[in-house]
């Protein structure tokens, strides 16, 4: 097997230290790939290549619109290798190839979106109080970016990085998380075909304690990208006071999900569920935390009960199989830590919390769909972050009750409301505390719109004109167009 190596001022190289690490399938734990491990002085050199391209390289002076078609590029080269690239993402995550392939076009996307804003930004005049002066705003990229990314969307997750930052002119280094580097590695090789100069891109491979920290401390980077789970994210906030850094974060999600009684009843259900277990519930934004009208709780529940009992697990790459694996066994472990804990709050199972028992899924980190019922505000369950395909169930009698339970909460990333009283959608969505609200879906984004989080969230948004935003420093120039003396001293 041969070992895929991490990518520095243009070249393919091994780590110094010679580590190399295997990735494991989740659905059989079998070694798919070698990787090499980079440690810190790997993402020194990286970090080196990255300051010499921005500071003595053509990249952020490059034409605007130059940039702009070299993203494009890259989006051409990701819908060529679609398919290869959607195999890669299941084989290393876990999730059904029919998402990753999903996953695939909205990274296209992507880089479409920022490649065709790149040139659009021409700065912005001011009405200067000042007689005979000119006043104007230019924006200028930021310098060199550390873009550190989770396991749940290893691509789609970089790609919100990536094609913001070279849209933008700054130059980068990467960090993918340790157990799901295949597809990063993968568009770093499309982003050398592409053409991206030497050092502007660059790409590191290792565990977040040596390589995921020194990116976030080291004083030559100038902005830190992150999205995972919040207690890195504090850590990484810390880290990068060091020199001031430019802070991004995307962390984690606790996301209610509230159904009226009048509310198409089907269609709840159905979007309850998808809310949740795509992708096994590994998704920030998953809709864990479902909040029922009293009146029709009990119907909802066994609704949505004998629903669950039908989705079918199994390996991603089986056109039947609607939800894979967990991505790894220390996760599962967490999951069943998790759910057991409920059950000791009072939360009843009514449906899963167990591992699947069919012999062919043993050897896959599986945990079967579930539904907690008898859910209170105060429970673990329903306040911490699972990351699991687990849903909790809570009631309310009062609107006020229903956006006063969303609101209990640690996070603020996204939530929906299911109602057909648009107006009484509109009032809950203007109280609820949360980056994205969705009436009558659930768990939509698109490169048009920002995403982040309230609260312990995060700080910032990626995508739409934000998501170009997070990559550019802001410069007011200022002109006298009569310069004389003014004889103060
Ligand atoms: N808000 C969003 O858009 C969004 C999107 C995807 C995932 N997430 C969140 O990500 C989490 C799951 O991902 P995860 O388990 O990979 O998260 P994680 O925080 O464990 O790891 C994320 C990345 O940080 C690195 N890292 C770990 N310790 C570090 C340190 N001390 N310094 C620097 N880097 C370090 C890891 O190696 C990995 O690359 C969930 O909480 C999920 O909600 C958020
Ligand atoms: C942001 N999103 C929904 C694509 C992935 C969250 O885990």
Same mark, same amino acid.
């Given at each position: 097997?041969?070992?895929?190596?991490?990518?520095?001022?243009?070249?393919?190289?091994?780590?110094?230290?010679?580590?190399?690490?295997?990735?494991?399938?989740?659905?059989?734990?079998?070694?798919?790939?070698?990787?090499?491990?980079?440690?810190?002085?790997?993402?020194?050199? %990286?970090?080196?290549?990255?300051?010499?391209?921005?500071?003595?390289?053509?990249?952020?002076?490059?034409?605007?619109?130059?940039?702009?078609?070299?993203?494009?590029?890259?989006?051409?080269?990701?819908?060529?290798?679609?398919?290869?690239?959607?195999?890669?993402?299941?084989?290393?995550?876990?999730?059904?190839?029919?998402?990753?392939? !999903?996953?695939?076009?909205?990274?296209?996307?992507?880089?479409?979106?920022?490649?065709?804003?790149?040139?659009?930004?021409?700065?912005?005049?001011?009405?200067?109080?000042?007689?005979?002066?000119?006043?104007?705003?230019?924006?200028?990229?930021?310098?060199?970016?550390?873009?550190?990314?989770?396991?749940?969307?290893?691509?789609?997750?970089?790609? !919100?990085?990536?094609?913001?930052?070279?849209?933008?002119?700054?130059?980068?280094?990467?960090?993918?998380?340790?157990?799901?580097?295949?597809?990063?590695?993968?568009?770093?090789?499309?982003?050398?075909?592409?053409?991206?100069?030497?050092?502007?891109?660059?790409?590191?491979?290792?565990?977040?304690?040596?390589?995921? %920290?020194?990116?976030?401390?080291?004083?030559?980077?100038?902005?830190?990208?992150?999205?995972?789970?919040?207690?890195?994210?504090?850590?990484?906030?810390?880290?990068?006071?060091?020199?001031?850094?430019?802070?991004?974060?995307? +962390?984690?999600?606790?996301?209610?999900?509230?159904?009226?009684?009048?509310?198409?009843?089907?269609?709840?259900?159905?979007?309850?569920?998808?809310?949740?277990?795509?992708?096994?519930?590994?998704?920030?934004?998953?809709?864990?935390?479902?909040?029922?009208?009293?009146?029709?709780?009990?119907?909802?529940?066994?609704?949505?009960?004998?629903?669950?009992?039908?989705?079918?697990?199994?390996?991603?790459?089986? %056109?039947?199989?609607?939800?894979?694996?967990?991505?790894?066994?220390?996760?599962?472990?967490?999951?069943?830590?998790?759910?057991?804990?409920?059950?000791?709050?009072?939360?009843?199972?009514?449906?899963?919390?167990?591992?699947?028992?069919?012999?062919?899924?043993?050897?896959?980190?599986?945990?079967?769909?579930?539904?907690?019922?008898?859910?209170?505000?105060?429970?673990?369950?329903?306040?911490?972050?699972?990351?699991?395909?687990?849903?909790?169930?809570?009631?309310?009698?009062?609107?006020?009750?229903?956006?006063?339970?969303?609101?209990?909460?640690?996070?603020? +990333?996204?939530?929906?409301?299911?109602?057909?009283?648009?107006?009484?959608?509109?009032?809950?969505?203007?109280?609820?505390?949360?980056?994205?609200? !969705?009436?009558?879906?659930?768990?939509?984004?698109?490169?048009?719109?920002? !995403?982040?989080?309230?609260?312990?969230?995060?700080?910032?948004?990626?995508?739409?004109?934000?998501?170009?935003?997070?990559?550019?420093?802001?410069?007011?120039?200022?002109?006298?167009?009569?310069?004389?003396?003014?004889?103060?001293?």
């Amino acid at each position: 097997m041969n070992i895929k190596k991490q990518f520095i001022d243009g070249a393919w190289v091994a780590s110094e230290s010679g580590a190399v690490r295997e990735i494991i399938n989740p659905f059989n734990q079998e070694v798919i790939a070698k990787v090499a491990e980079s440690d810190e002085s790997d993402t020194k050199a %990286a970090i080196a290549a990255a300051r010499k391209a921005f500071d003595d390289g053509d990249w952020a002076s490059t034409p605007a619109i130059e940039r702009g078609g070299l993203v494009r590029r890259i989006a051409e080269l990701i819908e060529r290798d679609r398919e290869e690239l959607a195999e890669l993402e299941s084989i290393d995550t876990g999730k059904t190839v029919e998402e990753s392939r !999903w996953d695939m076009d909205d990274i296209a996307g992507v880089f479409r979106y920022f490649a065709d804003m790149a040139d659009k930004d021409g700065g912005e005049i001011i009405e200067s109080p000042i007689p005979n002066s000119t006043s104007r705003v230019v924006h200028e990229p930021v310098g060199v970016c550390g873009q550190i990314t989770p396991w749940n969307y290893p691509l789609l997750q970089a790609s !919100w990085k990536l094609a913001p930052a070279l849209a933008a002119g700054n130059t980068l280094v990467m960090k993918p998380s340790e157990i799901t580097p295949l597809t990063s590695i993968k568009v770093f090789e499309l982003m050398e075909e592409a053409g991206v100069p030497a050092g502007v891109v660059n790409l590191v491979l290792g565990p977040g304690n040596s390589v995921g %920290a020194e990116l976030s401390e080291n004083n030559d980077v100038d902005l830190i990208s992150f999205t995972g789970g919040i207690e890195t994210g504090k850590r990484i906030m810390q880290a990068a006071s060091s020199n001031v850094k430019n802070l991004a974060l995307e +962390l984690g999600g606790k996301n209610p999900n509230i159904v009226f009684a009048d509310a198409a009843f089907e269609t709840a259900v159905d979007q309850a569920m998808n809310a949740v277990f795509f992708h096994a519930g590994q998704i920030c934004s998953a809709g864990t935390r479902l909040i029922v009208e009293d009146s029709i709780h009990d119907n909802f529940v066994e609704a949505l009960v004998e629903r669950v009992k039908k989705i079918k697990l199994g390996n991603g790459f089986d %056109a039947s199989t609607q939800m894979g694996p967990l991505i790894s066994e220390d996760h599962l472990n967490k999951v069943i830590q998790y759910v057991e804990n409920g059950k000791k709050e009072g939360a009843t199972v009514a449906v899963g919390g167990d591992r699947p028992e069919e012999p062919e899924l043993q050897n896959g980190f599986f945990y079967l769909p579930t539904v907690l019922t008898d859910c209170t505000t105060d429970m673990s369950v329903v306040q911490d972050e699972g990351f699991g395909p687990v849903i909790t169930v809570e009631k309310f009698s009062t609107e006020e009750e229903a956006v006063r339970l969303a609101n209990d909460s640690i996070y603020g +990333l996204s939530g929906g409301v299911f109602t057909n009283d648009i107006a009484k959608a509109e009032r809950c969505v203007a109280k609820m505390r949360m980056g994205t609200v !969705w009436i009558n879906d659930v768990n939509l984004y698109f490169p048009q719109a920002p !995403w982040g989080g309230y609260k312990q969230s995060g700080i910032g948004r990626e995508l739409g004109k934000t998501g170009l935003e997070e990559y550019q420093e802001t410069k007011h120039i200022f002109q006298n167009l009569k310069p004389e003396s003014v004889n103060w001293f």
